[in-house]
């Protein structure tokens, strides 16, 4: 599971900062509040890499993602680009959590094995 939503969360951080570029044309907005708010949920994504098989990890990027599909408000396309990741998020939590269980049982197996020489 681990792999699957580390790489989400760093495409994630990609896509955030991208959206910091097109925000900074928003002339309600400085360039101080949208890198900040930008760099801070850059610097979550990857947080959040390590964090993914803790308990709460996958609960936080649930809510990354929903912060991400709210940011939609300030640039309108983020409302589908969010919309993407959140579904590329429940795709890497639930077959990351298959591949987890087909591993354990996988390695069970070999244990049962005796060794063949």
Same mark, same amino acid.
């Given at each position: ?5 580390? *790489? ?5 951080? $990609?896509?955030? @900062?991208? /959206? %910091? !570029? ?7 907005? *400085?360039?101080?509040? #949208?890198?900040? #708010?930008? =760099?801070?949920?850059?610097? !979550?994504?990857?947080?959040?890499? =390590?964090?993914?098989?803790?308990? =709460? @990890?996958?609960?936080? =990027?649930?809510?990354?993602? !929903?912060?991400?599909? /709210? *940011? %939609? ?5 983020? +409302?589908?680009?969010?919309?993407? $990741? ?5 795709? *890497?939590?639930?077959? %990351? ?8 049982? +996988? ?11």
């Amino acid at each position: 599971m681990r792999t699957l939503c580390s *790489s989400t969360l760093i495409a994630e951080l $990609f896509i955030i @900062g991208f /959206a %910091g !570029l097109v925000a900074m044309k928003d002339d309600d907005l *400085s360039m101080t509040t #949208v890198w900040t #708010v930008s =760099g801070i949920a850059m610097f !979550l994504c990857l947080v959040l890499c =390590g964090l993914v098989t803790r308990p =709460g @990890g996958v609960v936080l =990027g649930w809510a990354l993602q !929903l912060a991400l599909i /709210a *940011s %939609g408000l300030i640039v309108p396309s983020m +409302f589908f680009l969010g919309a993407v $990741f959140a579904v590329l998020w429940w795709a *890497s939590v639930h077959y %990351g959590r298959k591949i987890d269980e087909a591993k354990a049982r +996988f390695a069970a197996g070999q244990a049962d094995q005796p060794d063949a020489a």
